[in-house]
């Protein structure tokens, strides 16, 4: 047997593991620190006939693939979409975001930049490329959330740059730069990981197909008023997200399920809907259905209402007025993966277990956090943008002087608990949703969101409350909890 000194193998022993099936196992894990990876214990002890020469007793705790984020818009006092044109300050945000959210679990994040004036693009790219930091989290990408979103469901995005594709692709690589949307190399991916869009918007389309099976980017749909037809369509070419369900699209309607209908898609209708024409005439909101909007705000700040619930008509303008071909019977029909923002303020319980239950396999746990995600932030009221205070009250921010919500800055690992209780799932399966499930969609279910051999050994350390006790990176101890932390 190999000297045990001489290696740079980790065991955790007296432990359970998150299995990919969602199941808790009480197995050993080994890692390598020196290659950051997880390995084949058995094939290490029998083979190699190494042992590790660090064990680490768990206490019976849990032990799972570190947690993954893929929507999150600033922590600690730093925005994403926040440039004032100094580098150094703005990689010093990314810096200390990447170093003090691993408290919460998190190993990987795609920061998401929200719509910005389309000059400001190729910057932010430079910027934002991956990055692993030596004692933080991984940048594995951002989220382009805009600009190519419906007026109508506009949210906090600024109207004035939201815009349609009318060159279709072309459109894409003029605002993101196609450096930004192409892998640099052929086995590795492009920086611009997801794209949030209304796929109603004229040319937008018809651009899933080549943003996804040439650029290797995940097209999500979100802050669209598209009805099933049009957004069956958009997954059938490709897009296979759906951007904070519930949250800047229609609500379900019987008639017309919209985009929150993709759950329940599948079978042989799928196979045979045919999307319907839209023209460019624009909806006009009557007095009945202005004082029946509700004030409260999805994602982030709108200080006006929203429209009808479900549009019952033509979309505005911006839309292809031509028919979309019916699909074949032999195309097969995937439905969508979901991102659920389970802070109990965005959604209801009873829609967060509504959704696990129609489509289980699909569920992604985010933040959508704002600036202020930080867990050591007291109540009271802040400074946010445009000279504009908000209060915070738990995971809650409404805008000051008013009851209107402004969104959340509940961390990730408390969207996992809270998942747990609000749908009856185990803290497995729930830890699942914020793990292999992110990885999956986004394709790095490799490396990522898995303890299976050959990954990367991001790992987050839980107790049977759910409460995280440590976070490691590549194989490297990057936070752990106080004795003497509540």
């Not at 926040?82 to 810096?95: F, M, N, R, S, V």
């Not at 099933?228 to 059938?236: D, F, L």
């Not at 504009?388 to 919500?405: M, N, S, W, Y």
């Amino acid at each position: 047997m190999a000297n045990s000194d001489t290696n740079d193998l980790v065991c955790f022993t007296n432990c359970l593991l998150v299995l990919d099936s969602g199941k808790l196992e009480r197995k050993d894990l080994w890692i390598d620190s020196r290659s950051g990876k997880i390995v084949d214990a058995q094939y290490n002890f029998y083979t190699n006939r190494c042992r590790p020469a660090r064990s680490i007793d768990l206490g019976g705790n849990i032990l799972s693939a570190g947690l993954i984020d893929t929507q999150i818009n600033g922590a600690y006092g730093f925005d994403f979409s926040i440039d004032d044109g100094d580098d150094e300050t703005y990689e010093k945000g990314l810096k200390v975001i990447a170093e003090k959210i691993v408290e919460t679990g998190v190993t990987s994040l795609l920061p998401t930049i929200i719509t910005q004036e389309r000059t400001k693009y190729p910057r932010l790219t430079s910027l934002l490329q991956p990055h692993a930091y030596q004692n933080g989290a991984s940048l594995i990408g951002w989220h382009a959330e805009g600009p190519f979103l419906q007026t109508l469901k506009k949210g906090a995005h600024d109207s004035n740059f939201l815009m349609a594709a009318p060159d279709g692709i072309e459109t894409f690589y003029e605002v993101y730069g196609a450096r930004s949307m192409s892998p640099p190399l052929p086995s590795s991916t492009p920086f611009v990981r997801v794209i949030t869009l209304a796929p109603e918007l004229n040319g937008v389309s018809e651009a899933i197909r080549e943003l996804t099976e040439r650029n290797g980017i995940t097209v999500s749909i979100g802050h669209s008023i598209a009805n099933s037809e049009v957004a069956m369509r958009a997954v059938r070419d490709g897009a296979r997200l759906i951007t904070h369900l519930f949250n800047a699209m229609p609500q379900l309607h019987h008639r017309d399920p919209a985009i929150i209908g993709l759950l329940g898609a599948g079978g042989s209708y799928a196979s045979q809907v045919e999307a319907q024409p839209w023209n460019n005439r624009a909806i006009t909101l009557n007095g009945t259905h202005k004082r029946q909007l509700s004030r409260q705000i999805d994602e982030a700040v709108s200080e006006l209402p929203s429209p009808p619930a479900t549009p019952m008509g033509p979309s505005p303008a911006y839309v292809d007025a031509t028919t979309v071909a019916a699909p074949s019977m032999a195309e097969g029909f995937q439905r969508p993966y979901y991102g659920l923002i389970v802070d109990g303020i965005h959604s209801h319980p009873h829609s967060v277990r509504l959704a696990y239950t129609a489509h289980p396999e699909g569920c992604i746990l985010v933040t959508d956090a704002m600036s202020m995600l930080d867990p050591h932030l007291p109540d009271g009221t802040h400074d946010w943008r445009d000279g504009r205070k908000l209060v915070k009250h738990g995971e809650q921010l409404c805008i000051a002087g008013t009851d209107t919500l402004a969104g959340s800055v509940v961390t990730l690992d408390k969207c996992v608990r809270n998942f747990a209780q609000f749908t009856g799932a185990s803290l497995a399966t729930s830890i699942i949703c914020a793990t292999l499930n992110p990885a999956k969609c986004l394709k790095i279910e490799d490396r990522k969101g898995t303890l299976r051999a050959g990954a990367d050994a991001d790992l987050t350390v839980w107790d049977s409350l759910g409460n995280v006790l440590a976070t490691w990176v590549r194989g490297k101890e990057v936070w752990k909890r106080s004795a003497d932390a509540v």
